[in-house]
């Protein structure tokens, strides 16, 4: 949600330029500030910035998003497993052509997940189906202080310079063994039949796995070790955010028609946290729709999903829970910037409100990046945001 000022809306940022008069409001009754959502040292990832506004110290959970993404399909990782995140790429000749195997259904994927887990997998090497192009290897006694490369940062490029490289000399037989597994799966999938039937339709075959973000199973503590409450609940269509909630001891609360984008069911969502209000002490409700629209510089639509979010999910969590007896605080903010212009994550700080009822409110009247300037927390960082809202101070 977070940008910066833009020409077409008049220098305003798309949260500045939205109609947004619930989030103003919660704004002027509550206190804002800013939080430093990605560490310094770290790159803008959502994974890295979501832990962050959860309050974990990066430098002691980060273990990368193969096993964040593990936890959201359900495998449980051994102490002595790495697991990594595993696309589905599509290489043509010597080019790594794209990242997503033209964003392979699921249902293709799997058939030739499963065929790889067949033909290569053995009591070292695992392969598990996640979603689309997003795949798992889990490697027994791998060592992750190897060098790989997103493969989304390199569409068209030649792939064999951007081999796994060891970083230490006990590294080496894991980039050996992952680099060998590359190579395997060219051979093996060239001629799948489900490629061969992607080729005729004029589709990009998925011709190469690709592994990167190498990690061990992260050290985390539960939210309810770390804070004292008794339940919580994740809401979200993004499989890191849902593996992020898997260690947070956060429980996965599906809604129907949560697509991730800005068809997203709003309503339904709002719904989920009300009712998972009832009887958990904290939610979690990420809606991932103006990320999208960042990423597709696309400014209409991110001032769209922004309204959305107001009107759709705010609108309707605030009204029911000002009712309640018992009361509930609502906080928002993004969790990092994705700016129309360069469509892409920044690691600047973030814009957010806290409200309460009783509390005593800062001189800010409006929820967006400048306004929260003035708010009566200026950039917090670490566990303080999560402490501020959680009355943990
Ligand atoms: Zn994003």
Redesign the pocket.
């Known amino acids: 949600m977070a940008d910066e000022p833009i020409e077409a809306l008049g220098y305003k940022t798309p949260l500045q330029f939205a109609n947004t008069p619930y989030m103003d409001k919660l704004a002027s009754m509550g206190v804002t500030g800013r939080m430093k959502t990605v560490p310094d040292g770290f790159h803008p990832g959502?994974e890295v910035a979501n832990l962050a506004v959860l309050g974990y110290d990066l430098s002691q959970v980060y273990e990368g998003r193969g096993v964040l993404e593990a936890a959201s399909i359900g495998v449980d990782l051994a102490p002595d497993e790495m697991a990594m995140r595993c696309n589905l790429i599509c290489v043509k000749g010597s080019i790594l052509k794209n990242h997503s195997a033209g964003h392979i259904s699921t249902e293709e994927a799997d058939e030739l997940i499963r065929f790889l887990e067949e033909k290569l997998g053995s009591d070292r090497v695992r392969f598990h189906t996640g979603v689309s192009y997003r795949h798992l290897l889990v490697i027994r006694n791998g060592n992750k202080d190897v060098d790989c490369t997103p493969p989304h940062d390199v569409p068209l490029h030649p792939f064999r310079p951007l081999l796994v490289k060891a970083k230490t000399a006990e590294a080496e037989e894991t980039a050996d063994l992952l680099n060998t597994l590359i190579l395997q799966s060219q051979e093996l999938l060239k001629d799948h039949p489900i490629n061969r039937r992607r080729l005729a339709e004029g589709k990009d075959p998925a011709n190469s796995i690709w592994p990167w973000s190498p990690g061990y199973r992260p050290a985390m503590q539960t939210m309810q070790e770390l804070y004292g409450f008794e339940r919580g609940s994740v809401i979200s269509a993004v499989d890191l955010i849902r593996g992020i909630g898997v260690y947070a001891g956060l429980q996965n609360i599906p809604v129907e028609g949560a697509t991730g984008l800005y068809d997203t069911n709003y309503e339904g969502k709002a719904r989920a946290a009300i009712e998972a209000l009832k009887t958990n002490n904290f939610v979690y409700l990420h809606i991932e729709a103006s990320?999208e629209a960042?990423?597709e510089g696309d400014v209409k639509l991110k001032v769209k999903t922004i309204e959305a979010l107001d009107h759709r999910a705010i609108r309707i969590i605030y009204e029911e829970v000002k009712q309640w007896d018992e009361p509930v605080t609502i906080a928002v903010l993004p969790d990092h910037p994705?700016p129309c212009a360069i469509r892409t994550?920044t690691n600047q700080p973030v814009p957010f409100l806290i409200y309460r009822p009783g509390i005593i409110p800062d001189a800010v009247s409006h929820y967006d990046e400048d306004a929260v300037k003035e708010g009566k927390y200026g950039v917090l960082e670490g566990d303080s945001f999560i402490r501020l809202l959680l009355d943990k101070n």
Do not use: I, K
């Open positions: 959502s990320d960042g990423h994705t994550h």
